[in-house]
Nanobody, 126 residues
């Protein structure tokens, strides 16, 4: 059982930045897949970014603007979000998956993950 606690959400204007954090109850976050997802109002859950050891991947919609990273000493995964757009408004969730990097684009699939945080709201105004 892994417990995840997200923080760092808030309200910003378009073009602004936020850094989300996800602290895990396990001290081995660099040995498991960790991802960030989001759910916008009226839409389904969308994979945003994932990290496993030195591998990272991003959804096309955030590539070049978002950066996922790990702070192993704090068992925390960060999502730095720059150049935010109103379309980034959503509840953001972190999740943990298996100790392997999924083939192809399967890191984007929610069914690859087994533990989820409670979510943190990000609101971007125009």
């Amino acid at each position: 059982q892994v417990q995840l606690v997200e923080s760092g959400g808030g309200s910003v204007q378009a073009g602004g930045s936020l850094r989300l954090s996800c602290t895990a109850s396990t001290y081995t976050i660099n040995t498991i897949l960790m991802g960030w997802f989001r759910r916008a109002p009226g839409k389904g859950r969308e994979g945003v970014a994932a990290i496993y050891r030195t591998n990272t991947s991003y959804a096309d919609s955030v590539k070049g603007r978002f950066t996922i990273s790990q702070d192993l000493a704090k068992s925390t995964v960060h999502l730095l979000m720059n150049s935010l757009e109103p379309e980034d408004t959503a509840v953001y969730y972190c999740a943990t998956g298996p100790p392997v990097w999924p083939d192809g684009g399967r890191w984007l699939r929610a069914d690859q993950y087994n533990f989820w945080g409670q979510g943190t709201q990000v609101t971007v105004s125009s």
